[in-house]
């Protein structure tokens, strides 16, 4: 915001007017007309005095609007917001066209013809000024919206905004004014590429105050004037307070990924959200902000593997910082099929972290299972050891859950193994999530398995024998399956990005990414022993493979966010749906759900290069802030 204050309302005025009139002439440079929105009050007596002299401006091309209008007066009424910008300005030229509130007409109807005639081309200046409450327009601090859906609408005006109208001279008494008003919705005033507001007066002293130095917040409305890109406010030493203290040192303005409109991130934790579009200077000096990152199935990161033996507190403690260098701020690790012992003790371990480690315990959303209760088919089983799978068994699953301190929150299995779907609906019963996959299942296994309350097919397209039928097969089956999410490996290795499109196409918001990130993700490349005693390759380009395995993936290397540039690289996604797939969405299936904003939410900051590649800035887990 720039801010400009001079010794009297008269320059104050005059310095408004020709900022106004500039910017009109730098406008028809490119345009034939332009669409300028006014207000009405006395604080623009000076404003509108000094513009309606120019001799540059012409106003043939000038499309004008006003920004609200009271509800019930009489049309001859001179307090009509219409009445008296005919006076000051409409009436002294020949404008190209005026629309005008009718504020007698049906609210409702008339709040929409008015937007429609907002919305038939960009409004190209916005000539404002600011209540004494706070107000722009008449978006008071009981009703004003920063993410307002409409761009007209009808409010009941606040009593500090209705005496402001008495002050003013408009009305004899409070009685006399009205108690309603169509308005321009904040999101409405915004949307404009220049905004010139004019506050002169001693009453509005606090107001400028809290719009130049207060938080962001709709108990101030115009404090939501400083996210925009080009506003100018204009005001006079009365009006301007005589002690300014700063803003709050950590608030700054942000682009929300989800929307693509800017948000504001303050000391306090808090995250608001506006439907402010951001300008293209804004797109590249702030950053990004999104919702923290859900992954789902991490079997383990940089070196460090969730499903070895010798797995240690510090081990844990470590992959979390790495995640949360990448963004995750929630996790499942994943452990896949072993000998029972060795899955008691890993899960040990982990209840250990948790109970010892608050920000361990805040980030591990829940662990993951993958077997041992899968097929043993080729192609099916995948990288898992043929020798450890075993039918599904809800006696080892307690034992499991008591060794994790029942923080077990997922199973992934296959439905066609015996007594399958008594153990499907035993887990259900004791809030353990079923995933379907690992699997050969029959369409009619299939139904019973998400009957029985199964609802996700765990990254689909993999973990299914090499060879199928063209139709019926597993695949077809579980795309057709309504009921079911789906998770994805998108490293550009796992499934083709045919593949992915189509899962995208019929899945809709009910598909996610995960990582299925091994212990080599954030490893360079090489050949490598894991701790079963198998070799694995990791390719130059993040290829993980078995090395005796005919070229068999030996899981991911990659991160949930590799896998997010994936999709944006290749154009199957934009950085928004992006987002939403690592963040958004697996939170919904796992019920959790992105906190609202105003709330200390996890929350992720981040630059996005050419290519769609995505640099992280900080993240913030539990309001603890980590830079990177």
């Known amino acids: 915001m720039e801010i400009n204050v001079f010794d009297s309302r008269k320059e104050m005025g005059e310095a408004a007017s020709k900022a106004v009139e500039e910017r009109i002439l730098y406008v028809l440079e490119?345009?034939?007309?332009?669409?300028?929105?006014?207000?009405?009050?006395?604080?623009?007596?000076?404003?509108?005095?000094?513009?309606?002299?120019?001799?540059?401006?012409?106003?043939?091309?000038?499309?004008?609007?006003?920004?609200?209008?009271?509800?019930?007066?009489?049309?001859?009424?001179?307090?009509?917001?219409?009445?008296?910008?005919?006076?000051?300005?409409?009436?002294?030229?020949?404008?190209?066209?005026?629309?005008?509130?009718?504020?007698?007409?049906?609210?409702?109807?008339?709040c929409d013809r008015y937007a429609s005639l907002l919305h038939q081309a960009p409004i190209d200046l916005v000539c404002m000024?600011?209540?004494?409450?706070?107000?722009?327009?008449?978006?008071?601090?009981?009703?004003?919206?920063?993410?307002?859906?409409?761009?007209?609408?009808?409010?009941?005006?606040?009593?500090?905004?209705?005496?402001?109208?008495?002050?003013?001279?408009?009305?004899?008494?409070?009685?006399?004014?009205?108690?309603?008003?169509?308005t321009l919705t904040i999101t409405a005033l915004l949307d404009t590429a220049y905004i010139c507001c004019v506050v002169p007066g001693k009453n509005?002293?606090?107001?400028?105050?809290?719009?130049?130095?207060?938080?962001?917040?709709?108990?101030?409305?115009?404090?939501?004037?400083?996210?925009?890109?080009?506003?100018?406010?204009?005001?006079?030493?009365?009006?301007?307070?005589?002690?300014?203290?700063?803003?709050?040192?950590?608030?700054?303005?942000?682009?929300?990924?989800?929307?693509?409109?800017?948000?504001?991130f303050n000391s306090s934790g808090n995250f608001i959200t506006t439907s402010v579009k951001p300008s293209k200077n804004q797109l590249n000096d702030h950053f990004f902000i999104g919702p923290g990152l859900v992954d789902l199935q991490v079997n383990g990161v940089n070196g460090i593997d969730f499903n070895d033996p010798k797995l240690s507190v510090s081990d844990i403690e470590s992959a979390t910082h790495f995640l949360l260098s990448k963004g995750v701020t929630t996790f499942f690790p994943t452990l896949i099929t072993n000998e029972d012992q060795v899955i008691i003790s890993i899960l040990?371990?982990?209840?250990?972290?948790?109970?010892?480690?608050?920000?361990?315990?805040?980030?591990?959303?829940?662990?993951h299972l993958?077997?041992?209760?899968?097929?043993s088919e080729e192609g099916a089983k995948g990288a898992h050891n043929s020798k450890y799978i075993q039918k599904p068994n809800w006696d080892l699953v307690s034992k499991f859950q008591d060794a994790s301190g029942g923080r077990i929150k997922l199973i992934t299995m296959a439905?066609?193994?015996?007594?399958?779907?008594?153990?499907?609906?035993?887990?259900?019963?004791?809030?353990?999530?079923?995933?379907?996959?690992?699997?050969?299942?029959?369409?009619?296994?299939?139904?019973?398995?998400?009957?029985?309350?199964?609802?996700?097919?765990?990254?689909?397209?993999?973990?299914?024998?090499?060879?199928?039928?063209?139709?019926?097969?597993?695949?077809?089956?579980?795309?057709?399956?309504?009921?079911?999410?789906?998770?994805?490996?998108a490293d550009g290795f796992h499934v083709p990005d045919s593949f992915l499109k189509v899962v995208l196409k019929v899945k809709g918001e009910k598909v996610f990414l995960v990582s299925d990130a091994t212990k080599f993700c954030g490893m360079p490349p090489g050949e490598y022993n894991t701790h079963i005693g198998d070799k694995?390759?990791?390719?130059?380009?993040?290829?993980?493979?078995?090395?005796?395995?005919?070229?068999?993936?030996?899981?991911?290397?990659?991160?949930?966010?590799?896998?997010?540039?994936?999709?944006?690289?290749?154009?199957?996604?934009?950085?928004?749906?992006?987002?939403?797939?690592?963040?958004?969405?697996?939170?919904?299936?796992?019920?959790?759900?992105?906190?609202?904003?105003?709330?200390k939410t996890d929350l992720v900051f981040f630059k996005l290069r050419d290519g769609g590649k995505i640099k992280i800035h900080k993240v913030v887990k539990n309001g603890e802030v980590f830079n990177f």
């Open 204 to 264: 509005k002293r606090q107001a400028v105050t809290d719009t130049i130095s207060g938080p962001i917040e709709t108990q101030c409305p115009a404090s939501i004037l400083r996210i925009h890109a080009n506003c100018h406010l204009f005001t006079d030493i009365h009006a301007y307070p005589e002690k300014l203290e700063p803003n709050e040192k950590d608030e700054t303005i942000e682009v929300d990924c989800l929307t693509g409109k800017l948000a504001v």
């Open 129 to 182: 000024g600011i209540g004494e409450n706070g107000h722009i327009a008449f978006n008071d601090p009981p009703v004003a919206d920063f993410n307002d859906s409409k761009t007209v609408k009808m409010v009941a005006l606040d009593p500090v905004c209705r005496q402001q109208q008495v002050n003013d001279g408009c009305f004899s008494t409070l009685e006399e004014v009205p108690s309603h008003a169509l």
């Open 348 to 367: 040990s371990t982990f209840k250990k972290a948790c109970d010892n480690n608050p920000l361990i315990a805040a980030c591990i959303g829940g662990i």
């Open 30 to 110: 490119e345009k034939e007309n332009v669409r300028i929105v006014f207000a009405a009050a006395p604080s623009q007596n000076e404003f509108l005095a000094a513009l309606s002299t120019s001799s540059k401006i012409p106003w043939e091309k000038v499309t004008a609007f006003h920004m609200d209008e009271y509800v019930g007066l009489s049309k001859d009424s001179p307090a009509l917001f219409s009445n008296f910008l005919k006076e000051k300005l409409f009436d002294k030229f020949p404008f190209g066209k005026i629309n005008l509130i009718d504020g007698n007409k049906n609210p409702e109807e008339e």
């Open 536 to 599: 694995v390759i990791l390719s130059p380009n993040g290829k993980l493979s078995l090395k005796n395995g005919n070229g068999l993936l030996a899981g991911a290397s990659k991160t949930l966010l590799e896998g997010m540039e994936y999709l944006i690289e290749k154009k199957l996604v934009d950085l928004s749906m992006a987002w939403k797939m690592a963040s958004v969405i697996p939170a919904a299936y796992l019920e959790i759900g992105i906190q609202k904003p105003n709330t």
């Open 415 to 489: 439905p066609e193994l015996e007594n399958a779907f008594s153990f499907i609906k035993k887990c259900c019963d004791n809030g353990i999530k079923i995933a379907i996959g690992h699997s050969n299942a029959t369409l009619e296994d299939l139904e019973k398995g998400v009957e029985a309350g199964a609802i996700l097919s765990t990254h689909l397209g993999n973990a299914v024998p090499l060879v199928l039928p063209r139709h019926p097969n597993i695949l077809w089956d579980q795309l057709a399956l309504d009921q079911l999410h789906a998770s994805l490996i």
């Open 370 to 375: 993958e077997g041992p209760f899968i097929s």
